[in-house]
């Protein structure tokens, strides 16, 4: 009720640059779809899948994700799940995967606690919308949302690349009852597991999340993210992450 709250307050200035007349203007807008390319972090870490993101994580772009994530802008996930839309749909193409194979999209999970600060799940809710938008064009998806936080981690803002690998190591798991290698065993064999999440920085909560589908015998052949950090030197990252909060 507070994030619709806070949303139905702000819908008509613009999450990206405080514009009046809509949840996201044009220009922003055209920002968030950017040009889907893979965007992988540098260096990538021991087991990142093939990553794609729409934009840059930066100026309007940065703005609008961390209104929706932080600040119950809920009215820009619409506009959110399309650019995972159109990025999936690039990267397809690109990596020459079967043209019509159903999609199993699974999203990378936030934690409990940070569920209950935000008062929703944010990439969970984008996946549930870009499977929906998938299914309206005519190609089978499903948004599975398989995995959950195996324990605690520590707050990411401020970590380096091998820090944030260390933090996560063991971290996630795929929920009893969510085996997706014995429902792909029973169901189409050509499926295609995407990851999905809001921003990649390291890259290392989707290797995670990567390490913990293998794990139960399920490949992942893309990961998919609305915007990709660009490389910074560390003082940099530090300065940008204490004003976003932890997974």
Known sequence: ???????????????????????????????????????????????????????????????????????????TAPLLASCLVSTLLAALVARGLPPRAPLVLVPVPSARRSVRRRGHDPVRRLAVLAARALRARGRPAAAVPALAQARRVRDQAG?????????????????????????????????????????????????????????AGVEVALAVTVAATPRRTRHARIRENSEEYAR
Request: charged letters at 20%.
């Open 159 to 215: 970590l380096s690349a091998p820090e944030r690998a260390a933090n996560l190591g063991g971290a996630l798991r795929v929920l009893p009852g969510r085996n997706l290698a014995q429902r792909r065993s029973q169901g189409p064999p050509d499926g295609v597991v995407v990851l999905l999440d809001d921003v990649v920085t390291t890259g290392a909560t989707l290797a995670e999340a990567a390490r913990a589908l293998r794990a």
């Open 1 to 75: 009720m507070l994030t619709a709250l806070l949303d139905l307050i702000s819908l008509h200035r613009c999450a990206g640059c405080d514009r009046s007349g809509a949840a996201v203007c044009g220009p922003c807008a055209a920002d968030l779809r950017g040009d889907p390319v893979p965007r992988p972090p540098g260096p990538p870490p021991p087991g990142l899948p093939d990553c794609w993101s729409a934009a840059c994580y930066e100026g309007p772009v940065r703005r609008v994700l961390l209104a929706y994530k932080e600040r119950g802008r809920t009215a």
